[in-house]
């Protein structure tokens, strides 16, 4: 049955791509290229099926766009089930560590004899090689390794992790779909597949090019919450309101820092006339704490919203939904009763949707099946091997 909230919409429309199940970065990077238009079909286990209730819909947002088909890939004719849509696919997407694929069956080479220009996109935290290839890790290790975590945090204070997004979902799902994207053009014009080795570290490492830089330039101290950027500045920092909410400021330029000065009452004041003056961050920051402390969050609101002085309310993830300016630009919609992020970015001549909410696990096996080429025959065969199963 196609539960279909909008057909496929956006400039990958046309392209199939498989998803191998997992978590984090490899579905969120299904998610992105299904918001964009591609078909996406993911395998899941079949001990996992029926393990989520029927009576309430699927709340993983990040699954949300594509069909499930339940295959056993320890299981020969699994294995050859998923090979034979892998074959009639434009790409594949797994996470699994190295070597997994290839012992399934399902490894790059296996893959490129079937269907020579598949676009292989592996999604892994350390890369397919390396003394770490091997071993377990989270985003926190990653972005650890990769010189991002140490310069994330408040000076004197252990470095802060950024949830996962550094490593996750920036450094992973993003680069991994950039990639995609950039090998599909490319077999495009060559007929030549490829694989896209998306490692977290590396993308992390990636992110921190610019803090090279400023290092490189001199710029940047080595210890973290003492920079421009990093809440060493007073000018760049959040600050406690009088309700116990939060605003966050960010006026690094000289014509907005004014602006802020004026909007505040302290266009006058001599001691921050000297905005880059490091040494007397520290006194500038208190004095501004003591400040924004005297009035709420949307009396701050009112005073420098809507200005060029670099100004923002803390919002949570509920309040976020229900602001103003992104309500006008539908930032978030609501999909099966649930408040979710719309896709981005925007596409003038061919936008974004989502295609459907995250289904259940095995939902559309006999219709991925049917679909892909199987006959009845076969599809019986599967199902009688334990190869295949169909949620109820």
């Not at 490593?167 to 077999?187: E, N, Q, R, S």
């Not at 090019?209 to 809440?231: C, K, Q, V, Y």
């Amino acid at each position: 049955m196609d539960n279909r909230i909008n057909p496929a919409s956006g400039p990958l429309t046309g392209i199939k791509v498989i998803e191998l199940a997992g978590k984090g970065p490899t579905p969120f990077s299904g998610m992105l290229l299904s918001d964009m238009g591609a078909e996406v079909i993911r395998i899941d286990r079949v001990d996992q099926v029926g393990q989520d209730d029927p009576a309430d819909p699927p709340r993983t947002l990040y699954d949300r766009g594509r069909r499930s088909i339940a295959i056993d890939l320890k299981n020969p004719r699994g294995s050859e089930a998923a090979l034979r849509l892998i074959e009639r696919s434009d790409v594949f997407i797994e996470g699994l560590r190295p070597g997994v694929m290839e012992r399934l069956g399902l490894g790059p080479d296996r893959c490129f004899k079937r269907n020579p220009r598949l676009v292989y996109g592996r999604m892994t935290g350390w890369g397919q090689d390396g003394p770490y290839a091997s071993h377990a890790g989270h985003d926190i290790n990653y972005i650890a390794l990769a010189g991002a975590l140490e310069h994330i945090g408040r000076v004197g204070e252990k470095p802060v992790p950024p949830l996962n997004l550094v490593g996750d979902f920036g450094g992973g799902a993003l680069l991994l779909v950039i990639g995609v994207c950039g090998a599909l053009l490319h077999a495009r014009s060559s007929g030549e597949g490829q694989v896209v080795d998306a490692a977290m570290v590396d993308g992390a490492a990636l992110l921190m090019t610019m803090f090279h830089a400023f290092t490189a330039m001199g710029i940047w101290r080595p210890e973290r919450g003492t920079n421009l950027i990093d809440s060493g500045a007073h000018f760049y920092e959040v600050y406690e309101t009088a309700d116990h909410k939060y605003v966050a400021v960010g006026a690094i330029e000289p014509q907005f820092y004014r602006e802020l000065l004026e909007r505040i009452g302290l266009d006058g004041d001599a001691t921050f006339a000297d905005q880059m003056d490091r040494e007397n961050w520290p006194t500038l920051k208190v004095r501004l704490d003591q400040l924004f402390r005297s009035r709420t969050r949307d009396q701050w609101c009112t005073i420098l919203e809507y200005t060029d002085a670099c100004f923002a309310p803390v919002l949570s993830l509920t309040e976020a939904s229900t602001h103003p300016h992104n309500k006008v630009r539908n930032t978030f919609t609501e999909v099966s009763e649930v408040i979710q992020p719309s896709p981005a970015p925007r596409f003038s001549r061919t936008p974004s949707a989502i295609q459907r909410p995250p289904p259940r696990i095995g939902q559309h096996t006999a219709e991925i099946l049917e679909n892909s080429g199987f006959n009845e025959s076969e599809i019986g065969g599967l199902y009688r091997s334990g190869a295949v199963v169909q949620c109820s």
